[in-house]
């Protein structure tokens, strides 16, 4: 296959846009340490390490910027430069703004805009103090997701496993709104008994017909990931998802601290069925992000 879809990474310009954690020099975070990317990671390296793989197409997921819509227009710029590379991206929106609408307007003006992103939780240790699982508890979260549905923005979803069940709750009242799990709902504990909660707990997203999930971002529980490491989780997305609510996702540049891009596709291709291939690895990203390639 010569037409893969990577449906998960970042780009960032230290010069151009403003990342307070890539400027955090010795802050260990809950990935690990992100000092060997805290330098500009630009489409021409990610090019150069995702087409000799097969990949041809991507979607840019916002990543930490002080001003998301600073971030957005950036990579805009970069898509209008290199009309050879079809690219689309998730922006990130606080959904509990007083000027959501103004918010979402300025986005919809963006040509490759198609989601919008705000993360629930990323890791307990850093969410108990980002607070950002408060965001399920305010009622706008949710008023927020409605709107996006209603304007054909899909949203992404960061979380961790112990925040489904309520999160399944508010999704269960946007059933418009299209939702892409990252990084297949973080499970961060990859012990056998982990690894059951997780699945236990990942039923319910699944059950939602208007959530996909990708497999994105594994390496950052598991610095060490090999195939038959993370083979649970691929066959667990896969059994309850269906290889067309599944797409895949290298999480670069931040995976790229675990290993590189060519033993990352290596492993997936070898883990998912040849017969869904097809599907995880371009056609569930073309259809849910709207990407028109060739």
């Known amino acids: 296959m010569t ?22 020099r010795g ?36 990543v930490g910027a002080k001003n998301g819509l600073d971030e957005a ?21 606080d959904l509990t703004s007083a000027d959501l609408s103004n918010q979402l307007d300025t986005i919809q003006d963006l040509p490759t805009a198609r989601g919008v992103r705000q ?20 009622p706008r979260f949710l008023d927020g997701l409605q709107e996006a549905g209603r304007r054909d923005l899909s949203f992404d979803l960061q979380l961790i496993p112990d925040l489904i069940g309520k999160t399944t709750r508010i999704l269960a009242q946007a059933s418009n709104t299209r939702v892409a799990l990252c990084h297949a709902g973080s499970p961060h504990d990859r012990t056998p008994a982990g690894l ?5 707990r990942l039923r319910a997203l699944s059950d939602l017909p208007h959530v996909s999930c990708k497999l994105s971002g594994l390496g950052m529980f598991d610095h060490n990931w090999t195939p038959d490491s993370i083979r649970p989780i691929v066959e667990i997305c896969l059994e309850q998802f269906g290889p067309k609510r599944v797409m895949f996702g290298s999480n670069f540049p931040v995976d790229k601290l675990y290993g590189n891009y060519a033993a990352l596709v290596q492993a997936y291709r070898d883990l998912v069925p040849a017969e869904a291939q097809s599907a ?10 709207d990407l028109e390639v060739p």
């Open 73 to 93: 227009r950036w990579v805009q710029s970069i898509a209008d430069a290199n009309p050879g590379w079809p690219m689309a991206q998730v922006v990130f929106c």
């Open 3 to 24: 037409d893969w879809i990577d449906a998960h990474h970042h780009l960032w310009d230290l010069e151009a846009v403003l990342y307070p954690w890539l400027m955090a």
């Open 119 to 138: 993360i629930v939780g990323r890791a307990p240790g850093e969410d108990a103090q980002t607070g950002t699982n408060s965001l399920l508890d305010d």
């Open 196 to 200: 059951k909660s997780w699945a236990q």
């Open 280 to 289: 995880v690895f371009r056609e569930t990203a073309a259809h849910f992000y």
């Open 27 to 62: 802050v260990e975070r809950f990935f690990g340490d992100p000092t060997p990317i805290q330098r500009n990671y630009l489409l021409r390296e990610f090019r150069s390490e995702a087409a000799p793989c097969g990949v041809g197409a991507s979607i840019h997921i916002q």
